[in-house]
């Protein structure tokens, strides 16, 4: 069974910067698209950017020119660069990756809060 284990999250000020991780166990079965999305209090949870197994990335709007995502296929490691953090970015963020037969697994989250 994959895991997901999340870290970086924390508090930040605004215009700060951060950087979330999301390692994956060792698979036995190859992991493709990963991604991160979050879900802020009282809000259903969105999407905030996927990465390929090739390394092509979607990253949503409102993130877009701030967030970087990338990955280290070698470690099944998915990251998420955050600059410019905003108060409205506060949330808790999930991580998830798509494993080939066993379908899509969900890390248990982490929490960013921007404020000052």
């Known amino acids: 069974q994959v895991q997901l284990v999340e870290s970086g999250g924390g508090l930040v000020q605004p215009g700060g910067s951060l950087r979330l991780s999301c390692a994956a166990s060792r698979s036995a079965f190859s992991i493709n698209d990963m991604g991160w999305y979050r879900q802020a209090p009282g809000k259903q949870r969105e999407l905030v950017a996927t990465i390929t197994k090739g390394g092509s990335t979607n990253v949503a709007d409102s993130v877009k020119g701030r967030f970087t995502i990338s990955r280290d296929n070698a470690k099944n490691t998915v990251y998420l660069q955050m600059n410019s953090v905003k108060p409205e970015d506060t949330a808790v963020y999930h991580c998830?990756?798509?494993?080939?037969?066993?379908?899509?697994?969900w890390g248990q989250g982490t929490q960013v809060t921007v404020s000052s």
């Open positions: 998830n990756a798509n494993v080939a037969y066993r379908g899509v697994v």
